[in-house]
């Protein structure tokens, strides 16, 4: 299995998930940085990230809600596109992620 990182994450960016992921599979697009993607071959689904979260965006992949399923794959596909930079540090959120 892996966790994924889900809609409520799109344009929020908090961050606070990378600082605790102890295999560091969190990746963020080098431009555009509004949206994390966990790589499913690296997550050990040790659930620490899913907490973190403010916006309750991180799910283990069979606990996804319906209407976010999409998400499984684009975690999948962003990764392996291989145009992502890993990210183990928090950074400011998205401009008016506090707001929404
Ligand atoms: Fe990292 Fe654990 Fe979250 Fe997977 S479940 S992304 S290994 S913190
Ligand atoms: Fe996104 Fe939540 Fe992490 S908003 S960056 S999944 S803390």
Redesign the pocket.
Known sequence: MTHV?TG??EN??????VEVCPVTCFYIPAENANM?YINPDECIDCRLCVD????K??YAEDDVPDDQKQWIETNREKCAAGDLVSITEKRDPCPGALEK
């Not at 929020?12 to 998930?17: E, L, Q, Y």
């Not at 973190?52 to 916006?55: G, I, K």
């Open positions: 990182v409520n994450c929020c960016v908090f961050t606070d998930c994390l973190q979260c403010p916006v965006a991180i």
